[in-house]
């Protein structure tokens, strides 16, 4: 059974660092994995999503990459600003039985 | 392009009493339709998906149901709404392998 986990539950950090969040899942399997965005009583917004065979995506300052043999995903984020706090959830999409399997997430603070 | 909307964005609802929440997609035909509860510090749990018009799959047993009456309508609903519903409701289509989410509804239960 596929499980995905994200360390940190939660981050803080002064504007204008770079930071790293982890995802790992235990099932390789994978079709693809994709970075969400929640903003606080808000819907997702995909940020970005990297196919089984692929070992990154960039979008702006943000970077994600894939190792499947190691069952992990980060999320880089540069030069972090105050709106890029929001809780960020990364999820795999299963090939197996077309579903999504969710982290908790890691809620990122960033303090000006 | 593709648009996803859910709504009622917030609603109120007293124990016992009906649900229904509706989503529509608008730009794309034939979506699987998903529809996501998010209890508050929690992840998300999948309760419904859709392959096609008619074609539900429950994943989690509970008093709740789901319809597709039409090809972008998805609904949710339950006759008797249970404290424990309260939630943040999230519908989602998708035409691959890349889901994309509504606004959702802020479900409170009282």
């Known amino acids: 059974k596929q499980e995905v986990t994200q360390i940190p539950a939660a981050l803080s950090v002064p504007e204008g660092e770079n930071l790293v969040l982890n995802c790992s899942f235990t099932?390789?399997?994978?079709?693809?994995l994709q970075w969400f965005r929640q903003d606080p009583g808000k819907g997702l917004t995909s940020l970005l999503l990297?196919?089984?065979s692929q070992r990154e995506q960039t979008s702006g300052r943000l970077n994600a990459s894939l190792d499947k043999s190691s069952g992990r995903s980060t999320l880089y984020i540069a030069a972090s600003q105050p709106g890029d706090s929001a809780t960020y959830l990364c999820a795999a999409f299963m090939d197996s039985n077309y579903q999504l399997i969710w982290g908790a997430g890691t809620k990122l603070i960033i303090k000006p | 392009s593709q648009t996803i909307h859910q709504w009622p964005a917030t609603l109120v609802q007293p124990v016992g009493s009906p649900l229904s929440l509706e989503c529509t997609v608008e730009?794309?035909?034939?979506?699987?339709l998903y529809w996501y509860r998010q209890a508050a510090g929690r992840g998300l749990q999948l309760l419904f998906y859709s392959v096609g018009i008619g074609q539900i799959s429950s994943e989690v047993p509970q008093n709740l149901s789901a319809s597709r009456p039409q090809d972008r309508q998805f609904i949710l609903s339950s006759k008797k709404l249970l404290l424990s519903d309260s939630g943040f409701y999230l519908c989602?289509?998708?035409?691959?392998?890349?889901?994309?989410f509504g606004p959702g509804t802020r479900l409170t239960v009282l």
């Open positions: 099932d390789s399997a994978i079709y693809n």
């Open positions: 989602a289509w998708s035409a691959g392998h890349e889901q994309f």
């Open positions: 990297i196919q089984s």
């Open positions: 730009g794309t035909s034939n979506p699987n």
